[in-house]
């Protein structure tokens, strides 16, 4: 089993992108505390089931609450083959702020870039070079 969790600030879409994934139905929210325990959503691919975990949406992983407690020692403990950071696109500067810890974790780590419509209707530009040098991730 591949075993990928989704973590990023609240409010980014984490859960409205596994739904789309995995045709899953998991309860979808744009207040604070919707997803205050991980939820799980599982289908199969080329015979191998693939498991999308739902982590609470956080700013730190600190342990100063339930919801970052609960994605830290999720991300610390439960060894996700990947991590998938949720980056709310037309709000970098507070969405890296995650970003930068959870590269500290050593996990690997893919950045789907959400709201990018939202980015470019803002008048945005991406700059893949710039963002490899910032994050030190590769686009």
Do not use: C
């Not at 991980?38 to 700013?59: C, M, R, S, T, W």
């Not at 403990?77 to 050593?106: A, H």
Request: charged share 25%; glycine share 6%.
């Amino acid at each position: 089993m591949i075993k990928i969790a989704f973590a990023g600030n609240p409010n980014v879409g984490k859960t409205a992108l596994i739904n789309s994934i995995a045709g899953s139905n998991l309860k979808v929210g744009n207040w604070p505390g919707v997803t205050v325990e991980k939820k799980e959503a599982e289908f199969v691919y080329e015979n191998e089931k693939i498991q999308l975990i739902d982590l609470p949406g956080v700013y730190s992983l600190a342990s100063h609450t339930v919801e970052e407690r609960v994605t830290r020692d999720f991300i610390l403990n439960e060894n996700p083959d990947i991590i998938i950071n949720v980056v709310d696109s037309t709000n970098l500067d507070r969405n890296l702020y995650l970003t930068t810890l959870l590269k500290e974790t050593g996990k690997p780590i893919l950045i789907a870039l959400n709201y990018f419509d939202e980015f470019e209707k803002l008048g945005y530009k991406f700059d893949r070079e710039k963002f490899t040098e910032y994050t030190g991730l590769e686009t």
